[in-house]
């Protein structure tokens, strides 16, 4: 066999072997940058270890040392051993096991996808649920596959006009079901609405390139040639970065880029008595390149450093919003960090706090996942086992008793605590726990949020409280949800809430941000380009969308491809995030690793030119901040400060709902949605008019997703249309007698 050749020729070697590859890195004979002693002795124990374990284990990486691949340098003769020849055919050997082995784990990646199909619909039918890919397909089968002519005419018949918004995160099957009702047959009007530099959800299914297939098919075709969310400025400093090198940046045919104008006249902020800058960059500079590791502390920083000096000039009347003739302070809820990742989302959010800066990260965390849910749980230990030494321990080394055992403030009596929890449920139990460590908690900086989470916690808990319960039901409940909040694919909705109404800066990752707007919007890592851990990776090819899984160095042409189609969305990435801006941008920029390969580098830099030269010319005509001057804490905010008034948010108990493919997968985080200008229902209203704003809007969607065409003969409603409208009111707030 391949290693019994090996087995021998190593044991015959006796070391010489390793003796010459030495002598030869030594005495300059090998290729020194191919070559290094250090890896050459590692590599020759591991392989003694092999060799000793009857080749078990790792198999050691020998691709450089055999006899016909070792590199020299020019006028010398490669050493030569018995052992570096049997290398050649070993490493032949190992190349080809290589090969065998990824075939079976494509194989068994196949197999699996099958079995977890097939699986799951079993577990499905068995719960008796159906999720929303269920009911596309359900649709997609009874209309194309297996045609229903009968389901096709009542959806033509009770919808003969569609319009389908966000159509840029649509699917193939969907596209097929709205070409198979209005496409096929009879006369019926189909709409499509989408801005395909929005198509964002590639990872969630959206493909960019069945909208752009169906865009040419359009008989007609309209375009929006005004914006009403940003100023003129800030449009103007968008479309000069995006067309500073290409006319057309987005490489995809069919996805144009157009300047457009402003739909009416915009915020503008103003410091002191000049006007700030629409669109401006901030960085490490570019006199120096920089890791992407240390680019993105300082990016961080100084990001925490502008928005502390924005907020401190606000509170001395020197940072402004203007807005016609009306003037007012700029607010923490103005402002809002755009990121790649949640973990840059934490690094923003704990420089805010250093700087004494209120903000709230919008985060698909889960509750049950936070520290504080595990702490409750070991307090609930030592409550349910008071003699218990180790639990008692582990419950007084949490957080919360440590706050409240601060200066000997409280000890916990778990006798009485056990009782409570019996008699009166979670919340009575923990309560002097709770009041106790309460000012050693808010002292923290983030305080506010730990106390939010514990409270959450305990009223989820209190929720499950039965008299008839013991302490271990407690124990059991909230062991099972932190269990579940860490299984893979959990759907546990519990998020952690605001913890104060207290205005905050905001810090969302891009894809959050979609459809959302903010006056002063920071990108600190655009000159970063995203990077993936995740095995999975999509590509377009043949008119197919494709997932791979583990591309490696034979995958070469689907690794270009994979490349590309990245490139391509992180370019929709940062025009997504640069667009969420009313009046202000703040741009991350500098020499950066890698810079070349980002988004806003493609959009900046000559072809793959990252110099500092080219750096410093591509920001040229915005300014551009170096130095950080690090900023002192702000003061506590005043009581009179204040923002907006944020409209109560409902949750109607309705059984099932029509929404855009955006809807159905978009993040259940709508605690810090702001509304647009034109949707702040909670304001008051200068027009006497009760029917406009969100209200308003939520009531006409409810009626246009029950309204039967036959119901409103001749465009006029007939009573039983009227009864439906009355009733939509009534459901969002309006009076009875409407």
């Not at 583990?550 to 490139?567: L, Y």
């Amino acid at each position: 066999s391949a290693f019994s050749a090996l087995q021998t020729a190593y044991r015959q070697d006796d070391g010489q072997a390793l003796r010459l590859l030495l002598a030869a890195c030594h005495d300059g004979t090998l290729n020194g940058s191919t070559h290094k002693a250090k890896t050459i002795e590692a590599t020759f124990a591991d392989l003694a270890l092999f060799i000793a374990d009857g080749g078990q284990g790792g198999i050691p990486d020998t691709r450089k040392l055999s006899s016909a691949s070792l590199k020299t340098n020019k006028g010398r003769q490669a050493p030569r051993s018995p052992l570096l020849d049997a290398l050649v055919p070993w490493n032949r050997f190992v190349e080809a096991l290589d090969g065998f082995r990824r075939d079976c784990k494509i194989f068994l990646y196949h197999a699996l996808r099958d079995y977890a199909r097939s699986r799951l619909s079993q577990l499905k039918n068995q719960a008796g649920v159906i999720g929303f890919d269920d009911i596309i397909d359900a649709v997609h089968r009874a209309l194309t596959d297996l045609p229903d002519a009968g389901l096709l005419l009542k959806i033509r018949k009770a919808y003969p006009v569609a319009l389908v918004d966000e159509f840029q995160d649509t699917d193939e099957r969907q596209w097929q079901i709205f070409e198979r009702i209005y496409r096929c047959g009879a006369t019926a009007s189909l709409t499509l609405i989408g801005d395909p530099k929005q198509a964002i959800y590639g990872f969630r299914g959206g493909d960019i390139h069945t909208y752009l297939k169906v865009q040419a098919l359009a008989d007609h075709r309209e375009s929006l040639d005004r914006n009403f969310r940003s100023s003129q400025a800030l449009l103007d400093g968008i479309a000069s970065v995006f067309q500073a090198r290409h006319a057309q940046p987005f490489p995809e045919p069919g996805i144009a880029f157009h300047p457009v104008t402003a739909g009416r006249p915009g915020k503008t902020l103003l410091l002191g008595e000049q006007t700030a800058p629409a669109l401006a960059f901030f960085g490490p500079g570019c006199s120096q390149s920089s890791t992407i590791g240390a680019a993105r502390r300082v990016c961080a920083q100084q990001c925490a450093d502008a928005i502390s000096e924005l907020l401190n000039q606000s509170r001395q009347g020197d940072a402004t919003v203007q807005s016609d003739e009306r003037q007012r302070p700029l607010l923490a809820t103005d402002i809002a960090v755009l990121v790649s990742r949640h973990s840059e989302a934490a690094l923003i959010q704990n420089q805010l706090q250093l700087r004494g800066v209120a903000a709230v990260c919008v985060s698909r965390e889960n509750l049950f996942e936070a520290h504080e849910a595990l702490d409750i749980l070991q307090v609930l230990h030592a409550i349910e086992h008071p003699g218990s030494d180790h639990g008692v321990a582990s419950a007084c080394g949490g957080l919360l008793v440590r706050c409240a055992m601060g200066d000997a403030a409280h000890t916990p009596d778990w006798q009485a605590m056990s009782q409570r929890l019996v008699c009166e449920g979670p919340l009575a139990a923990f309560g002097n726990l709770l009041d106790a460590a309460r000012q050693h908690l808010l002292a923290r900086p983030d305080g506010e949020r730990r106390l939010g989470n514990y409270l959450q916690v305990l009223e989820l808990m209190q929720s499950e409280f039965n008299a008839a319960h013991g302490g271990r039901h407690y124990l059991d409940w909230l062991g099972r949800q932190i269990s579940l909040a860490q299984s893979a694919g959990s759907e546990n909705s519990a998020r952690p809430r605001l913890e104060s109404s207290k205005p905050r800066v905001r810090i969302m990752t891009l894809h959050q941000s979609k459809g959302r707007e903010f006056g002063l919007v920071f990108l600190p890592f655009s000159a970063i380009r995203p990077s993936s851990k995740s095995p999975f990776a999509r590509y377009f090819q043949g008119g197919q969308r494709c997932l791979h899984l583990d591309a490696d160095s034979r995958d070469a042409d689907i690794k270009a491809r994979i490349a590309n189609e990245q490139a391509s969305e992180n370019l929709r990435l940062l025009y997504v995030g640069m667009t969420r801006a009313k009046f202000g941008l703040r741009c991350g920029w500098g020499r950066v690793e890698g810079l070349a390969k980002s988004a806003l580098g493609y959009l900046l830099l000559p072809d793959d030119a990252a110099n500092a030269d080219c750096c410093a010319e591509a920001v040229s005509g915005f300014p551009y901040s170096v130095d950080s001057t690090r900023i002192e804490a702000l003061p506590p905010a005043p009581a009179s400060e204040s923002t907006m008034v944020i409209p109560a948010l409902r949750s109607l108990p309705v059984a099932w709902r029509i929404s855009s493919f955006s809807g159905l997968h978009r993040d259940r985080e709508n605690a810090f949605i702001r509304p647009a200008d034109d949707e702040a229902g909670a304001l008051p209203m200068p027009d006497s008019s009760v029917f406009k704003g969100a209200d308003f809007g939520n009531a006409l969607h409810r009626v246009l997703e029950h309204a039967q065409a036959s119901q409103w003969p001749g465009g006029q409603a007939s009573e039983p249309a009227l009864q439906q409208c009355r009733q939509a009111l009534i459901a969002f707030g309006y009076a009875s007698d409407i």
